[in-house]
């Protein structure tokens, strides 16, 4: 049985950034820390984090019951409101946003600022989409499948500009497009997918096309992991969406001839060599 992990399964360099940064605070700060929402969404590093003493807040009004400390914006980002907040509290504010969000966040307050209604591409409930629509000075519409960007109407009169959430599934954002191409709009359109996501993307489908089984490593809040596993099973109708080790049953894969793995942008290394040296060591005991 042949065993192909992605090369590109793993963190991205916006969570490495984020990731690395909490630890580096957790060690070193005598104030309490913060993380508004989890750092990543995974389980794992949240927990051993929380060992360390970083606190993770469920949203911004939490902010008023702190006294003191260091608030960290993790790397989705968060509207204005969030930045002045934290002012206001007198609390020292970390930002490890990802950079390609923070453009997101230049570039719709900049032509939201001209007037330009803002169309995003991806999911409404999103931290992500959420820190992006914070930085609209107009109206700001949210659209995650076909159906969303044929119902999509605007008045006639009216320029829009279109952005993507980072995570969101490049093959889906190219049909958003044509179908919104088909309308007579005054439109901007901005990929802001990053190139980490569209070429995991593009090598999960890859590897998927080829592969028995495939497996996706990854948080289930995880956006990007998500979008990972409909890539792949579309491609290879037996791919499983796993946690960590504790999910993957040798079942899955016993009859295989290829088994294909990728992780998600907040899957640790650790947990992507677990998964693959019990594939390998169940080859092993089938030979």
Not at 47 to 54: E, N
Not at 219 to 240: A, M
Request: with cysteine.
């Amino acid at each position: 049985m042949e065993v192909r992990v992605a090369e590109t399964a793993g963190f991205c360099f916006g969570v490495k950034r984020a990731v690395d940064k909490v630890y580096e605070l957790a060690e070193k700060a005598s104030r309490p820390i913060y993380t508004l929402g989890p750092v990543i969404h995974n389980e794992t590093v949240v927990d051993d984090l929380k060992k360390k003493g970083v606190r993770t807040l469920s949203g911004c009004e939490e902010l008023d019951d702190i006294q003191e400390g260091i608030v960290v914006i993790r790397s989705h980002g968060v509207g204005r409101a969030v930045y002045e907040k934290i002012a206001e509290r007198g609390l020292e504010c970390v930002d490890v946003t990802c950079p390609f969000v923070l453009k997101i966040h230049r570039i719709v307050e900049k032509e939201s600022g001209q007037g330009r209604e803002i169309l995003i591409f991806g999911d409404r409930s999103h931290p992500e989409v959420e820190g992006i629509c914070g930085w609209c000075s107009t109206k700001a519409d949210v659209v995650s499948d076909k159906a969303g960007s044929e119902d999509f109407m605007v008045r006639s009169h009216e320029k829009i500009s279109v952005v993507s959430q980072t995570t969101f599934n490049y093959n889906k954002f190219k049909d958003l497009v044509e179908i919104l191409s088909e309308k007579s709009y005054d439109s901007i359109i901005h990929n802001t997918i990053c190139d980490a996501t569209e070429k995991r993307q593009r090598e999960a489908q890859a590897i998927a096309s080829e592969a028995d089984t495939m497996l996706v490593i990854g948080g289930r809040q995880s956006s990007n992991t998500q979008k990972l596993y409909e890539i792949c099973k579309e491609e290879c109708e037996n791919t499983y969406y796993i946690q960590t080790l504790d999910d993957l049953d040798s079942e899955m894969f016993r009859s295989s001839s290829c088994v294909g793995i990728t992780a998600g942008a907040s899957t640790p290394n650790k947990i992507i060599e677990e998964v693959h040296e019990h594939v390998r060591n169940h080859v092993r005991t089938e030979l």
